[in-house]
């Protein structure tokens, strides 16, 4: 029987990342709403990117001294922070600060160093030929959360439209259940027991707090800062605002499309455990990764909006095998006292790669060479996929 502490994780990703994909799918709709132009809107998504490197890096990687459940509720109340600053302010240099500071996902993923706490506190409940499923059902929830924020955000936008109110104030309903999402958060980790916590234990002396396993580290890191750099090309946000551009979508549609895809990712992910058992998790993450990076090459160049949507759904019923094995990878492949460590690099190091890409995307996602953002997307994920596969092939 799972223990209380893990359900109680299981249900906490289940509200953050219902409120990641409640605010994602209108983010880019809300600022361009409040005056904003698309360089602007780059920019500032790129900086809450940027932020969280710096908080998520700082936390997680001291989480096992500051306490994790301290850790995950400073977490939530960020959340709160920035939910209250973009919902009180259309001032560009005060949405920066609180893009900063804040806790806010433009992708629906996960941000913050939520991520790396609970893999780590989870990773304790389980025999180490349990985890990969154990992460892949952490993930199907989590999915299918995402998948229920969009399709509520969408459905509950429209609605708010279709009674009289402008688009701002519309969208700005979603940033404030946001925050109100973060303080259900932080109520729920407060409720954490003891258990989740490690026994004191000594710290590695160097700014990352890894040691012996510092090589292991920082190759995967750097490969995941690629990954992930391509991804931010087309986080969610960008890809729903590029459907409300190319095809002139409303919310509710946006929302069912998402709501999809999100449901096919969560079930991508569960599949991933079985064939780990079989190929290994090295061979899992990339001969799965390399079909959905092909397919996300093609979404921009489908002439029809059926197309599309069926391409980007094909893409995200494969897309997300790697995510369980990748977590699963990382927490056998480093010394279990620096586990928490080890999460949280690697996890900021995908956040720092995907901080400077929509800087990049989102002057292109609406003019005329929309189809940039996704083929360089696709093609730096096929050169990460080689890259992790030459690196980690002798490694078990």
Do not use: C
Request: charged share 15%.
């Amino acid at each position: 029987m799972i223990p209380r502490d893990a359900r109680l994780l299981f249900a906490t990703r289940i509200v953050r990342l219902f409120a990641y994909g409640f605010l994602s799918l209108q983010l880019v709709l809300y600022l361009s709403a409040l005056g904003l132009d698309d360089h602007r809107i780059g920019l500032l998504l790129s900086l809450t990117l940027a932020g969280d490197v710096i908080i998520s890096l700082y936390l997680s990687t001291r989480a096992d001294a500051i306490g994790r459940r301290r850790t995950l509720i400073a977490g939530a109340l960020l959340m709160v922070v920035a939910a209250a600053a973009f919902a009180s302010t259309h001032t560009f240099l005060l949405l920066v600060a609180a893009a900063t500071i804040g806790v806010i996902s433009p992708s629906g993923n996960e941000v913050g160093p939520f991520l790396a706490v609970e893999q780590v506190a989870l990773a304790h409940v389980a025999p180490s030929a349990d985890r990969t499923m154990l992460f892949a059902w952490y993930n199907l929830v989590g999915s299918f959360a995402t998948a229920t924020g969009a399709l509520a955000s969408g459905a509950f936008t429209d609605l708010l439209l279709v009674r009289g109110h402008n688009p701002v104030s519309s969208y700005r309903t979603v940033v404030i259940a946001y925050g109100l999402l973060g303080i259900v958060l932080a109520m729920m980790f407060a409720r954490l027991s003891r258990d989740v916590e490690i026994d004191a234990a000594p710290m590695a002396r160097n700014l990352l707090h890894v040691e012996r396993s510092r090589k292991v580290v920082l190759r995967l890191a750097g490969l995941f800062a690629v990954d992930s750099f391509a991804g931010g090309l087309v986080v969610q946000s960008i890809v729903a605002y590029w459907f409300y551009v190319r095809f002139g979508l409303t919310p509710s549609v946006l929302g069912s499309i998402f709501f999809g895809a999100n449901l096919l990712a969560g079930v991508s992910a569960l599949a991933a455990a079985r064939i780990a058992r079989r190929f290994g998790l090295l061979n899992t993450m990339v001969f799965t990764h390399l079909p959905s990076n092909i397919l996300l090459i093609l979404v921009p160049f489908m002439p029809t909006l059926p197309l599309a949507i069926g391409v980007l759904l094909l893409r995200f019923s494969i897309s997300q095998m790697d995510v369980p094995t990748r977590q699963a990878y990382v927490i056998a492949a480093v010394d279990p006292a620096e586990r928490t460590a080890a999460a949280g690099i690697t996890g900021v190091a995908r956040t720092a790669g995907a901080a400077l890409a929509p800087a990049l995307a989102m002057p292109l996602i609406a003019g005329s060479k929309s189809w940039i953002p996704f083929v360089a997307a696709g093609a730096l994920k096929i050169l990460y996929d080689i890259g992790l596969l030459k690196s980690f092939r002798e490694t078990r």
